[in-house]
């Protein structure tokens, strides 16, 4: 069955970073685009980046110059660095495969 696995969320202080991977299984992965989203307390689900299959990726405005998503479609992985965080990112991040597959989320907070 389809499964995405998030790792790498937790507690961090303000400038500080954190590396986010999500492992795929169950469907063909290099042929869809992964994203990350991220739902803080209160607030809607909202993009963070994707990635097509072919690398070419895009970002919220909010983490531009910050946050660079890569894949390696050998591993069937998608990573996210997340550097100079702040407050503001503290939210569930999640991890999402095409339009149907999402997983179940790593908790970041940023915090001093």
């Known amino acids: 069955q389809v499964q995405l696995v998030e790792s790498g969320g937790g507690l961090v202080q303000p400038g500080g970073s954190l590396r986010l991977s999500c492992a795929a299984s169950?469907?063909?992965?290099?042929?869809?685009?992964m994203g990350w989203y991220r739902q803080a307390p209160g607030k809607e689900r909202e993009l963070v980046a994707t990635?097509?299959?072919?690398?070419?990726?895009n970002y919220a405005d909010s983490v531009k110059g910050r946050f660079t998503i890569s894949r390696d479609n050998a591993k069937n992985t998608v990573n996210m660095q997340m550097n100079s965080l702040k407050p503001e990112d503290t939210a569930v991040y999640y991890c999402?495969?095409?339009?149907?597959?999402w997983g179940q989320g790593t908790q970041v907070t940023v915090s001093s």
């Open positions: 999402r495969g095409g339009l149907l597959f």
């Open positions: 990635i097509r299959p072919s690398g070419s990726s």
């Open positions: 169950g469907f063909t992965f290099s042929s869809l685009t």
